[in-house]
Nanobody
Framework: QVQLVESGGGLVQAGGSLRLSCAAS????????VRWYRQAPGKQRELVAS???????NYADSVKGRFTISRDNAKKTVYLQMNSLKPEDAAVYYC????????????WGQGTPVTVSS
């Protein structure tokens, strides 16, 4: 069974940086994509960034130029480097993995909170 564990969240001042990690464990026949989502209190979960098997990346307009998604295949880990953080970036960040096991499957991590003080 594939599991995801996020880490790296915490409290940072506005303008600061954090790097989130999403580590996968278990058997993955084929990686399809990893997506980082975030959800602030009282708001809907939104897609922040994604990276595909072909290393194509996409970002929400609100984070373009500030956030960078990357992956380390050997470590089965995807990172979200977040720079120039703003108070509106505060949320619980979740990673989502799409992969091929017996069929196409998706799995979510437990989330890691990010707090940005102004």
């Amino acid at each position: 069974q594939v599991q995801l564990v996020e880490s790296g969240g915490g409290l940072v001042q506005a303008g600061g940086s954090l790097r989130l990690s999403c580590a996968a464990s278990g058997s993955i026949l084929m990686f399809i994509a990893v997506r980082w989502y975030r959800q602030a209190p009282g708001k809907q979960r939104e897609l922040v960034a994604s990276i595909t098997r072909d290393s194509n990346t996409n970002y929400a307009d609100s984070v373009k130029g500030r956030f960078t998604i990357s992956r380390d295949n050997a470590k089965k880990t995807v990172y979200l480097q977040m720079n120039s953080l703003k108070p509106e970036d505060a949320a619980v960040y979740y990673c989502n993995l799409g992969y091929i096991g017996s069929r196409y499957l998706e799995v979510w991590g437990q989330g890691t909170p990010v707090t940005v003080s102004s």
